[in-house]
């Protein structure tokens, strides 16, 4: 018995070891993933939105996962007749996805706010800007997470 | 629970029309609700949910805040500045709660 048992547990784990191999990336990936496309669709009302005008500011690689110093800057002139009303921030290998959401206004003078945020785990950021035209963009940045910050 | 925000403004006096810029911290666990105790129960959510700033009572800049935002916030953004008056910023807590801190700008 416990030999089978044991040429069991070495058959499972060498199969996962492969499968990790193969699959490790993709896999992790599919993991990893939380509710922040949906978060994000429903953001948009299902729209696309197209990359570029947002600037996302975050460390390659975070040795602490519990402060991550983020910087979103969105190129606008924000006048009445143009400007950023809202940027959703979204972590997509969080327990949950939501991070910050920020609302500006023609008086905000620039669309640029900063703030601290938790990373459970190495991850992409992803921030969604929405113009007063009802236009979105979008940047997204990979941090490295060295230490988690959700704790245990 | 009084907790007294520290606020910065990176100038008091400013002509019409400069941006000025704001930056914030305040002292909150902000709890994620993610959490346990040593007995494995999980720990109740407890943070600041939403931020908010006016000057001379105009919300210039708000923010609604998620478990993902770090243990005792910092807050930095900007405002165009338009007239002289408070600069008001306003924190609410999940329990209602609210933490206000107040400063001045002076536009000539």
């Known amino acids: 018995m416990i030999t089978i048992f044991n040429r069991r547990q070495a058959l499972a784990a060498a199969a996962g070891t492969v499968g990790a191999l193969l699959f490790g990336v993709s896999s992790r990936q599919a993991l990893a993933k939380n509710d922040a496309e949906e978060v994000i669709k429903k953001f948009t009302g299902g729209k696309t939105p197209t990359p570029g005008r947002v600037k996302l500011d975050l460390p390659e690689i975070a040795e602490n996962g519990n402060t991550v110093p983020m910087t979103v800057a969105v190129e606008s002139p924000m006048t009445p007749q143009s400007h950023v009303t809202d940027v959703l921030v979204v972590a997509d290998g969080n327990p949950r996805s939501g991070v910050v959401t920020f609302h500006f206004s023609p008086a905000s003078g620039v669309a640029e706010a900063n703030t601290r945020i938790r990373l459970a785990a190495t991850q992409n950021v992803i921030a969604v800007a929405k113009m007063n035209d009802g236009s979105f963009f979008t940047a997204s940045k990979l941090v490295k997470v060295t230490i988690g910050g959700c704790g245990g | ?108």
């Not at chain 2, 000025?20 to 720990?43: C, F, P, W």
């Open chain 2, 1 to 108: 629970m009084s907790v007294k925000p520290r606020i910065k403004l990176d100038k008091k006096e400013a002509k019409k029309g400069d941006i000025v810029e704001v930056k914030a911290l305040v002292s909150h666990v902000m709890e994620s609700g993610q959490r346990k105790d040593s007995a494995g129960n999980t720990i109740p959510r407890k943070i600041l949910n939403r931020f908010i700033c006016t000057v001379n009572g105009k919300e210039v800049f708000s923010a609604d805040f998620e478990p993902a935002i770090a243990a005792n916030p910092y807050i930095q953004f900007k405002f165009r500045a338009e007239e002289s008056g408070p600069v008001v910023l306003t924190w609410i807590d999940d329990d209602g709660s609210r933490i206000v801190g107040q400063e001045t700008i002076k536009v000539t």
